[in-house]
């Protein structure tokens, strides 16, 4: 580690963690903005978790991302968590205050929200139903960055009803005694068994599950009575376009792949920790789509 003042470091953990694009991600940003600092890998075993966020400060670190299987884990190993962080019951970027202590914040819904409105500036949260594949942490993220944007109807639809159920049960009781535009979220659960009918009359469909990915089988379900002008996400980018993303263009569905969740998420991390708000640009695209 440089000794220099103005040095500053932050990394990721995970585990395992030399899959991660984050290090090139936010490389390329020190470089661009000639700031001097690194971005590592951290790999870290969940038994050692507590004693590496301890480290982070006697390590001059001033923060990290946290990647699977951190995010939960690490909840109550911080000293203070961001309220949208809470709601999504993880946390994927942590920041070493003046003092030592942690804060803990979750940007995957930012990165979501932005991704979308790179690929169709005019969309909005509220424009229709939205039907959620997935009820695992993705979701969580994907559904409070609705909620928190104005969405008023997030079905969730999982394999496992009970999932489901569950997750839509928490929402209501957290949404009902919001303050903000989650106020106005209702959410509920979809029976698997109906999956196909129900993408009649979205304005939105997500894929938050791993279906789709590498080798992974494409998520099933029917586009057929999917409206024309639905937009269609897919927060996997690997590959890019995933089965669903290809069965969506070739109806002429507008779409949105996972790479700009990615790319998007990173950029209020990196303000947090090095003061500069970050863009993503076609050439810091092209540099991570030439890793996948």
Request: net charge neutral.
């Amino acid at each position: 580690m440089s000794t220099h003042p103005t040095y500053k470091l932050a990394g990721v953990m995970g585990w395992p963690i030399a899959h991660s694009r984050s290090p090139a991600i936010h490389n390329y940003w020190i470089q661009q903005h000639q700031l001097k600092g690194a971005y590592v890998l951290l790999p870290v075993d969940p038994v050692n978790l507590k004693d590496a966020l301890k480290g982070l400060s006697a390590l001059g670190f001033a923060g990290c991302n946290l990647t699977i299987p951190h995010k939960g884990m690490a909840l109550p190993l911080v000293d203070r968590i961001d309220a949208t962080a809470k709601r999504m019951g993880a946390i994927n970027t942590i920041v070493v205050e003046e003092d030592g202590s942690l804060s803990g914040y979750n940007n995957d819904g930012f990165g979501y929200i932005q991704s979308l409105l790179d690929a169709h500036p005019l969309w909005r949260a509220d424009a229709g139903p939205i039907l959620v594949m997935g009820a695992g942490g993705a979701a969580r993220a994907v559904i409070v960055s609705l909620a928190e944007q104005g969405a008023k109807d997030i079905r969730i639809c999982n394999r496992t009803d009970a999932a489901a159920q569950t997750l839509a049960q928490e929402f209501t009781a957290d949404f009902a005694q919001a303050t903000d535009l989650a106020k106005n979220a209702v959410v509920t659960a979809v029976p698997w068994a109906q999956r196909h009918d129900a993408v009649a009359g979205v304005a939105l469909l997500v894929n938050t599950t791993s279906q789709g990915m590498g080798s992974n089988s494409a998520l099933d379900v029917s586009l057929a009575q999917l409206p024309s002008q639905a937009l269609v996400s897919d927060i996997v980018y690997i590959p890019q376009e995933t089965p669903l993303l290809t069965a969506a263009k070739a109806r002429g569905n507008p779409t949105a792949g996972g790479l700009g969740m990615l790319l998007h998420q990173a950029r209020p991390a990196f303000k947090s920790w090095f003061g500069v708000m970050p863009e993503v640009t076609p050439k810091l695209r092209k540099l991570v789509e030439s890793t996948l």
